[in-house]
T-cell receptor
Framework: GENVEQHPSTLSVQEGDSAVIKCTYSDSASNYFPWYKQELGKGPQLIID?????GEKKDQRIAVTLNKTAKHFSLHITETQPEDSAVYFC????????????FGKGTSLLVTP | NAGVMQNPRHLVRRRGQEARLRCSPM?????VYWYRQLPEEGLKFMVYLQKENIIDESGMPKERFSAEFPKEGPSILRIQQVVRGDSAAYFC??????????????????FGQGTRLTVV
């Protein structure tokens, strides 16, 4: 089955700096890669996603890159703010949105003022 | 338009009791997914349901666990004879299917706030 590895497990940055979280996956059939942000006591919230026919996608301060050959994808957050502090999960799936997504173990991001 | 609603938010059960977790998907959503999150872990897929049908339950333990999504009412995840290892956060997500070109695709999945089950 699919195995998603996520690094680092914790990340601390100064406000205004960039944060990068990396994930690798094992199943070459995976073609949908969402990123979720989870705040304490809340459910995961989709922040950006990418499908395997696209190499990069950007939404304001957030960008995701995908390298299908190497089977890895990354989340980039620029100009970080304290409210970006949360746990971020990458996931990989086949086909569509919420179906049988395989999640990484999460990265706890702390943005200090 | 309310989001995905899960209740209860917190549930405490003694070993051997039954736990019933409820999920009301977003209005208009006919696809429901249940995930389990253990402490310090990512979410693990359990089951995918559409109205009155189980599409894929490959992630759900064969015993003690069952799920349904009736024509009327919320989706229910039922855990019988709970054990301490069942303690986790259980999340429900929902999506809607739409036609994109000639292909039926599910839109983004929206997650509820979860039910935190503690077995004592």
């Amino acid at each position: 089955g699919e195995n998603v590895e996520q690094h680092p497990s914790t990340l601390s940055v100064q406000e205004g700096d960039s944060a990068v979280i990396k994930c690798t996956y094992s199943d070459s059939a995976s073609n949908y890669f969402p990123w979720y942000k989870q705040e304490l006591g809340k459910g995961p919230q989709l922040i950006i996603d990418i499908r395997s026919n696209v190499g990069e996608k950007k939404d304001q301060r957030i960008a995701v890159t995908l390298n299908k050959t190497a089977k890895h994808f990354s989340l980039h957050i620029t100009e970080t703010q304290p409210e970006d502090s949360a746990v971020y999960f990458c996931a990989a799936g086949i086909g569509d949105s919420g179906y049988a997504l395989n999640f990484g173990k999460g990265t706890s991001l702390l943005v200090t003022p | 338009n309310a989001g995905v609603m899960q209740n209860p938010r917190h549930l405490v059960r003694r070993r051997g009791q039954e736990a019933r977790l409820r999920c009301s998907p977003m209005k208009g959503h006919s696809h429901v997914y249940w995930y389990r999150q253990l402490p310090e872990e990512g979410l693990k897929f359990m089951v995918y349901l559409q109205k009155e049908n189980i599409i894929d339950e490959s992630g759900m333990p064969k015993e003690r666990f069952s799920a349904e999504f009736p024509k009327e009412g919320p989706s229910i995840l039922r855990i019988q004879q709970v054990v301490r290892g069942d303690s986790a956060a259980y999340f429900c997500a929902s999506s809607v299917s739409s036609l994109v070109g000639t292909r039926q695709m599910n839109t983004e999945a929206f997650f509820g706030q979860g039910t935190r089950l503690t077995v004592v």
